[in-house]
């Protein structure tokens, strides 16, 4: 077994993307969750603040959940770019290190 490590840093710079472009996707339906499921919205279809108020709750619960997930998504994207950025740096300077020890 070998104790090298093969990275690919396009296959990582493309995770990371993607990790962004869902937290993206996930804002948009976050948006339109917002705008379907809002307070009145509740309201008007349980009959009364009272009665729509347990959902109301969970609306708010749930989304604040879906803010935390998709900036977690973000958050792991922007991560996953930066390693793959530190990881091409230090491949290019052992690369030039390299070539002046050949020289």
Avoid: C, W, Y
Wanted: glycine share 6%; net charge negative; proline share 1%.
């Amino acid at each position: 077994m070998s104790d090298e490590v093969r990275l690919s840093t396009e296959t990582l710079h493309k995770l990371g993307t993607s990790f962004e472009i869902q937290a993206e996707e996930l804002g948009r339906q976050l948006s339109a969750f917002r705008r379907r499921a809002d307070a009145d919205a509740l309201r008007d279809g349980f009959g009364s603040d009272e009665a729509a108020r347990p959902h109301r709750e969970l609306f708010e619960e749930a989304e604040r959940a879906l803010v935390q997930l998709q900036e977690k998504l973000a958050e792991v994207g922007g991560g996953i770019k930066e390693t793959v950025a530190n990881t091409q740096a230090a491949e290019d300077e052992l690369v030039e290190m390299m070539r002046s020890v050949n020289k």
